[in-house]
Structures are given as structure tokens and as C-alpha cells.
């Protein structure tokens, strides 16, 4: 009889052994498969201090959702695109240019702005003060330097406004602060980059003295886009908590969680007005009229929200 306990207990303990060996083992597989989000944002070149903004944001989505949650900068408009077109990044802070080809032709769904409508962006034309340009017509023949594609202020929206011309040439600045390097050594005629930037980085050359050529209509604010790959209760998870995210957190990740989505629509169309153009930019010379366009009339210019 004593026998008979003693192996009952042994088999108690042992199935109790296995049952608290069987939890541990699910508890480590499912943060072995927990859900990996990636968020990407544009930084040029200053990553350490652009990543820093999203830390505190990458830990609060990765608690409030579960999951595993990665920041991926990408150094310009390019490698974002890249990563957009291969839905690599589930979450992105979106500049304009972006946010228009990611949400009509890669699908992305808009869930927050990043600015208030008072501080829409605006591409400027900037040239030297010692140079006789006085219009964009001046520009004609002349040299000038552009964003990286998907840019909306240094590529999409210069190539807008100086549709019709004939440029000698289209150089290619890696970031905006080149753009001005480039007009300060005057190895380009004009440049073209946002306001906040140009602001921001005329400084640096205190000796040369820039002048606004041109100022374009006001471009949507970056909107933070959710990848169409993000099933649909996750969405609703990341959401949410961005919604009731605490307020620094908010405002180190640069969005708005009261302020209503932006409407792209005008703005794409001018984007898809311009994409043409593209086959030109990097000829020399380079003219600034769609081929493929049997009247050759200048874009028309829709109103840009």
C-alpha cells in the first residue's frame, strides 16, 4: 500500500514538474513570436539626434502592442522609398513627398498629421544675392540643384514650378544643407529646398549672401502612415495607443493625435503630373516638358491644399 502512494506521489509531482516546465516553455515561445514592427524616418545625416526623438515612442508602441519594435533611419528620400516600396517599414513619419507615393501607389493608410496647418511646408528657389536671376524664366540654361527623388520640397515641387523650361543641367544634393554648400562654392545657379530648412542651415555660410527666387503654394503636412501589410487588429492596437500616448511622447515623435488627416488628393495629382518628367531630369540638357505630350502645354496647375 505504502508502495502504491509513494508512486502516485512521484507521479503527482512528476506531472506537476512537466505542467510548470510546459507554461515556462509557452511563456518564452510567444515573445520568441512576437509580432516585429519596424518604424522608419528620413534623417540627413544627423541620425543620432533624429533617432533619439522615437526612442521613448519605440518602447511605448512595443508595450502597448506586444511586439517587437524596431527604428530604422533611412539618410534620404531614396533609401525611404526603397523601403516603402518593399514594405519594410510597418510604421512611417512621413515627409509630403513620400506620404503621396506611399499612400496612392504602395497603399499605405494616412493615420496621423505631423503638423498644424500653420506650419505647412513651402519649397523655395534660392539663389546668390549677386546673381542678376530675377525670375524662374532666368533659369533658362542655367545649372540647379534638386533633392533626391521624393523629396516634395527639393524634387517634386521644384520640377513643378519650373516645368517648360531647358536647364543646362539638374544636379542631385543628398540633403539640403548641400543644396547651399553647392550656391555658396557657385558651382550651381539656383537650389531648391523647404523653407524650414533653408532657415534652418543658411547660417552655416555667413558668407554668402542667399536670395528667395521663388516661393511654391503650400504643401500637406508629413502624416504618419500605417503599411497596408499590418493586419487589421494590430492596426487598430498601434492606433490606439498612439491616441492615448502620453503628451512627451507625443511630442518627441513630432505628431498630432487631435489634428485630422491631411487631404493628399491634390497633391498626388500634382506629383503624377510631374513623375513624367523624370525621363528628363537627368539629361543634358535637361527639358522640362513631358514628351509624351502631344500639345507640350505646361502642367496644369492644380490648387495644392
Known amino acids: 500500500m505504502k508502495i502504491i502512494i509513494l508512486r502516485c506521489f512521484w507521479v503527482i509531482h512528476f506531472l506537476v514538474l512537466m505542467g510548470l516546465l510546459g507554461t515556462g516553455c509557452s511563456s518564452k515561445q510567444e515573445d520568441i513570436n512576437s509580432e516585429k514592427l519596424t518604424v522608419g524616418v528620413v534623417s540627413y545625416g544627423e541620425g543620432a539626434v533624429s533617432i533619439d526623438k522615437y526612442e521613448r515612442f519605440k518602447d511605448y508602441i512595443a508595450k502597448q502592442t506586444h511586439s517587437i519594435v524596431e527604428l530604422e533611419p533611412a539618410y534620404n528620400e531614396l533609401q525611404a522609398l526603397e523601403q516603402i516600396q518593399r514594405k519594410n517599414w510597418e510604421i512611417v513619419f512621413a515627409p509630403p513627398g513620400l506620404a503621396a507615393i506611399a499612400i496612392s501607389k504602395e497603399l499605405y493608410t494616412p493615420l496621423f498629421s505631423m503638423e498644424g496647418t500653420s506650419r505647412r511646408q513651402r519649397s523655395l528657389l534660392i539663389v546668390r544675392d549677386d546673381k542678376p536671376i530675377k525670375k524662374i524664366a532666368d533659369l533658362a ?35 539640403p544643407k548641400t543644396v547651399l554648400q553647392w550656391l555658396s562654392e557657385d558651382s550651381v545657379d539656383a537650389g531648391a529646398l523647404s523653407q524650414t530648412d533653408f532657415e534652418l542651415y543658411q547660417r552655416e555660410f555667413s558668407t554668402t549672401k542667399f536670395r528667395i527666387l521663388h516661393t511654391s503654394r503650400s504643401i500637406p503636412p508629413a502624416v504618419v502612415l500605417l503599411a497596408p501589410t499590418v493586419e487589421r487588429n494590430q492596426q487598430q492596437q498601434i492606433q490606439k495607443a498612439m491616441n492615448q500616448a502620453p503628451g512627451d511622447i507625443v511630442a518627441d515623435a513630432g505628431y498630432i493625435p487631435a489634428a485630422g488627416v491631411p487631404n493628399y488628393e491634390q497633391f498626388i495629382k500634382l506629383i503624377d503630373k510631374v513623375r513624367p518628367l523624370e525621363a528628363q531630369v537627368k539629361k543634358t540638357p535637361a527639358v522640362l516638358l513631358n514628351q509624351k505630350s502631344t500639345s507640350q502645354q505646361k502642367v496644369g496647375r492644380p490648387v495644392v491644399n
Open 141 to 175: 540654361n542655367k545649372t540647379v540643384a534638386l533633392g533626391i527623388v521624393g523629396s516634395a520640397t527639393g524634387y517634386y515641387v521644384p520640377l513643378y514650378d519650373l516645368y517648360g523650361l531647358t536647364l543646362a543641367q539638374i544636379r542631385f544634393a543628398p540633403t
